[in-house]
């Protein structure tokens, strides 16, 4: 045995100096970054194959920062198409490093027009146009003032437009297809997409002064999703998530707020004193997130958009005190959760993309 040892460790001083003189020699760095590359080039995919209704959280958080999470930002893919609700900071980046497959993204619906869950519109129109080749204008819905959303985002990126077409040409910078294809959701007519095997559905919530605010219900081949967006405990969310299999709800803790506001008051921190307490009214705590969810006769729920985003085992613990007695599945998601509900099964299946 002793012998054995003996030998296996001059075989691993052997390959170790082999392979200290094998990296500096310029044809092995070569082959091994072509290696590299190929493996970038041709990204695993993140994304189930299967005929499925997925969601993956691309952003988690709400703008109470947290270096780890981006701002608020669920991708949905139903089959081969992919859609996103709400574009915040960072959830751009998050894509981008997943290897998400920009050429597959059929539009973009917002929830409402506050900064973090807009803010990375331009970036999602760039990896749409010249890294997805989209052969159309990329399809944005939103509530009342997304037009004029879309109409700034082109008039700032006019100047980017036209050098990136000057510079790569019509095949990968196309201007005919430059800019955004707006829809202003009129909830009198709130299906929005509809082609029999998968519809997308508005439907409005309360976050006053935000109004209009909506969520959105996804029903692909009997798997269902609602989405919440930014709202307040609302009859109307729950009407509209009837017996859904997985409900993405905003989360507030009015636990951690409490204690970060006392915090702030202690040290003088004012905006962190008055924003702590002015959020309050507009969002959801947590027990009545639970609530909505059971009257829904939700399968399952998934917290995002926390506020604020629990940055450790303690604070989720804290945050999610008293979930587990009154809801039996559920996940505080974080930055590439992903859900995936198969057809012709009741499976939820929870997992991360990272
Ligand atoms: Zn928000
Ligand atoms: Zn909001």
Redesign the pocket.
Known sequence: MKKFIKYLLLAVIILFLIYSILIRQPAFQDKLLEIAIEKIAIPAPYLPEEDALTAVVCGSRSPINDPNRAEACILVQAGDKIFIFDTGNGSAQNLNDWNTPWNRVKGIFYT?L?S??ISDIGQFHMGTWVAGQRDSKLKVYGPEGVQMLTDGIELAYTKDYIFRNEHHGDELAPLDVVGFDTHTIDLENPILVNDGNLKITAYSVS?DP?DPALGYRIDYKGRSISISG?TIYDQNLVNNSKNVDVLFHESMSLELLDIINKQAKRIGNVVAEIVTVDILDYHTPILDVVKAANEANVKHLVFYHHLPAPRNQLMEDIMYRGVDEVMAEWTASHDGTMVILPINSDEINISSVN
């Open positions: 409402h506050h973090d869950h976050h935000v930014d």
